[in-house]
């Protein structure tokens, strides 16, 4: 049947409003904060047939919030003053005042954040993998030298341009570029609330300010209020940008090309941003990453007075958009589809829970139904918006979605699972954690992330996989964190050593993508294979998603191929990777670490 829009009652959802602040007590290290956050925008845009936005009318209404309550209605408290490491609250991972600091941690991260401030974002603000020739010695001695040192000009340490050393970025993606955000934005939270030194809190609001305006490019380049582009690249730097791009219509009107790709480059369609071309066929896996950097740097700067007020209310209006897209039932009588600027849904598009592969076939698809539940509850977070509110609790209530996906997830596959849907569920039950502020659904969740974590007669269990990320979502839900107030409870203790453990192994920056082989040829053919840890461990043949070699138990992260992002490669397969010119982000790393700094103790 159709799903049915509005109407729904949002009692037991939880509602946040804006708040105006004294500014005065929230400056750190010496800047001036912007004006207060005192507004709310919202836009009323209209289209024409090609999809460009043609009109938009700007509305400003006050906040309706009180001077002295954050977005829970709490008494707002200010950051302690910058330089003190004056704070009482504890992050799942310990921060710099507490005796358990991981300093060893700390410092492996810092050299990916110098990565991905002084390298990977310079086109967008935003993160991308990047790529030096592996004769080009000097660039690259320079890149290693320039991670280890303490500066954050490349330029300035190295004497070397960027543009001179570095011969691709590729694009911006939203499962990669929108957690980076994330982690962006969790780092400057961390930071911020926790005293930390002065200069350090400046540079990362800095780059959250830099990655705001790249989010808003997402939906922006595409041209239509609430469609978002699967990755897009900026002109005046090399390597994506140069990708031919393909008009949306063709000269008789048809959506070009007439079968539908996962991925065409178009030229700018908002008429505002020539300098960006971007990806059509936005898929569900670069959607969730996407929602969940708007989500996160929503929460981090929603009540803070240094952010400016125009870009907050911009990223808000930007959020309520894409939900009302969600919202809107289609030809195929669904809702839940993400649709392109020539009206048509992307190739990979689908989140409603009877949807599976792009067919409607009456099922319960729970991968599905966690996506859609984190996802409208981050960005109904966000909006703040009575009808996207309603809309919400009409997918956890009437439909159960949440409920759904603790009965029947279709995820796990064996040998073959696709290790990306699990990625893609676990950040749909992490948004719905943080974000879904609903006893009956939370308790759903519950359920649903330990079936996720141990799925019931697996032979490739998460909960043994060395997947940081998960685990630390796992330890989440089971302390009960949400962006509402107080942490509930305690983390799962198991999982969160986990997690721990796996950020502890992390390559180190700068991460080129080396080959690495695990199992030569007559290991393959044996089946049996010693790892380079010294593991011995059965050798199953090609029969892994997209036929890649994989052995029987989880290979340790510390000997992986290399992977731009970890937590959807498959942790089964030993070998991989490539011929060492690419050098990857840290956005796997960077994420999961700053996300267990963020997330408060009970």
């Given at each position: 049947m159709p799903a049915r829009r509005g109407g729904a009652d949002d009692a037991g959802m939880r509602k946040t409003w804006g708040v105006v602040l004294a500014v005065g007590t929230w400056a750190c290290g010496g800047s001036d904060p912007s004006a207060s956050a005192d507004t709310t925008t919202s836009a009323d845009t209209t289209t024409s047939g090609t999809g460009a936005s043609t009109t938009t009318e700007t509305t400003t209404t006050e906040s309706t919030g009180g001077a002295d309550e954050s977005?829970?209605?709490?008494?707002?408290?200010?950051?302690?003053?910058?330089?003190?490491?004056?704070?009482?609250?504890?992050?799942l991972l310990a921060g710099p005042g507490e005796p358990e600091y991981d300093d060893a941690l700390a410092t492996a991260v810092l050299r990916h954040e110098r990565v991905h401030v002084g390298l990977t974002t310079l086109p967008s603000g935003l993160a991308t993998d990047i790529q030096i020739a592996a004769a080009d010695e000097t660039a690259r001695a320079a890149v290693d030298a320039f991670v280890a040192g303490e500066g954050w000009d490349f330029e300035a340490r190295s004497g070397i341009a960027p543009r001179d050393a570095?011969?691709?970025?590729?694009?911006?993606?939203?499962?990669?570029?929108?957690?980076?955000?994330?982690?962006?934005?969790?780092?400057?939270?961390?930071?911020?609330?926790?005293?930390?030194?002065?200069?350090?809190?400046?540079r990362a609001r800095v780059q959250l300010e830099r990655a705001l305006e790249g989010l808003h490019l997402s939906t922006a380049l595409t041209g239509v209020p609430g469609l978002v582009v699967r990755a897009f690249a900026h002109r005046d730097w090399p390597g994506a940008s140069a990708s031919p791009t393909t008009p949306i219509f063709d000269e008789n009107g048809d959506?070009?090309?007439?079968?539908?790709?996962?991925?065409?480059?178009?030229?700018?369609?908002?008429?505002?941003?020539?300098?960006?071309v971007?990806?059509?066929?936005?898929?569900?896996?670069?959607?969730?990453?996407?929602?969940?950097?708007?989500?996160?740097?929503?929460?981090?700067?929603?009540?803070?007075?240094?952010?400016?007020?125009?870009?907050?209310?911009?990223?808000?209006?930007?959020?309520?958009?894409?939900?009302?897209?969600?919202?809107?039932?289609?030809?195929?009588?669904?809702?839940?589809e993400i649709w392109d600027p020539e009206g048509r849904p992307t190739l990979h598009g689908y989140l409603h829970e009877n949807n599976l592969e792009g067919s409607y076939l009456g099922i319960l698809n729970g991968q599905h139904a966690i996506m859609a539940a984190g996802i409208v509850a981050a960005l109904a977070h966000i909006a703040?918006?009575?009808?996207?509110?309603?809309?919400?609790?009409?997918?956890?209530?009437?439909?159960?979605?949440?409920?759904?996906?603790?009965?029947?997830?279709?995820?796990?596959?064996?040998?073959?699972?696709?290790?990306?849907?699990?990625?893609?569920?676990?950040?749909?039950?992490?948004?719905?954690?943080?974000?879904?502020?609903?006893?009956?659904?939370?308790?759903?969740?519950?359920?649903?992330?330990?079936?996720?974590?141990?799925?019931?007669?697996?032979?490739?269990?998460?909960?043994?996989?060395?997947?940081?990320?998960?685990?630390?979502?796992?330890?989440?839900?089971?302390?009960?964190?949400?962006?509402?107030?107080?942490t509930l409870g305690e983390p799962d203790a198991d999982a969160l050593a986990r997690a721990i453990a796996g950020m502890q192994a992390f390559p180190t920056a700068p991460a080129w993508n080396f080959a690495r082989e695990n199992c030569d040829a007559a290991e393959i053919a044996a089946e049996l294979c010693t790892l380079a840890d010294g593991t011995v461990v059965d050798v199953l043949g090609e029969v892994g998603h997209d036929d890649v070699l994989v052995v029987a138990d989880a290979v340790p992260l510390a000997i992986r191929p290399p992977s731009n992002f970890y937590w959807r490669s498959n942790p089964y397969a030993p070998n991989g990777g490539g011929d060492g010119t690419a050098l990857y982000s840290g956005a796997d790393l960077r994420f999961a670490y700053w996300l267990a700094r963020f997330t408060r103790r009970g």
């Open positions: 977005s829970t209605g709490d008494p707002l408290e200010p950051p302690p003053a910058c330089g003190s490491l004056d704070y009482a609250w504890h992050g570095i011969g691709t970025w590729q694009k911006a993606t939203g499962a990669f570029a929108g957690v980076a955000a994330a982690a962006d934005a969790y780092r400057y939270g961390t930071l911020r609330d926790q005293g930390d030194a002065c200069e350090e809190i400046d959506p070009n090309p007439l079968e539908k790709t996962n991925g065409t480059w178009r030229e700018d369609n908002s008429g505002a941003h020539p300098e960006y971007w990806e059509d066929s936005c898929s569900r896996d670069q959607l969730i990453g996407w929602v969940a950097g708007y989500a996160a740097v929503w929460e981090v700067v929603r009540d803070d007075p240094t952010i400016d007020a125009a870009l907050k209310a911009r990223l808000q209006e930007d959020a309520r958009q894409v939900a009302l897209q969600l919202m809107t039932v289609r030809p195929s009588g669904y809702d839940l703040e918006d009575p009808e996207i509110d309603a809309y919400l609790v009409e997918l956890v209530e009437d439909r159960n979605l949440v409920g759904i996906a603790a009965d029947s997830l279709l995820v796990d596959f064996g040998a073959a699972t696709n290790w990306s849907n699990y990625n893609m569920a676990f950040t749909g039950a992490w948004l719905a954690s943080r974000y879904l502020d609903h006893a009956d659904a939370r308790a759903d969740l519950v359920r649903a992330a330990d079936r996720l974590y141990e799925y019931p007669g697996s032979s490739t269990p998460v909960a043994a996989s060395g997947q940081a990320l998960f685990d630390l979502v796992v330890a989440i839900v089971a302390a009960d964190a949400s962006a509402f107030g107080e």
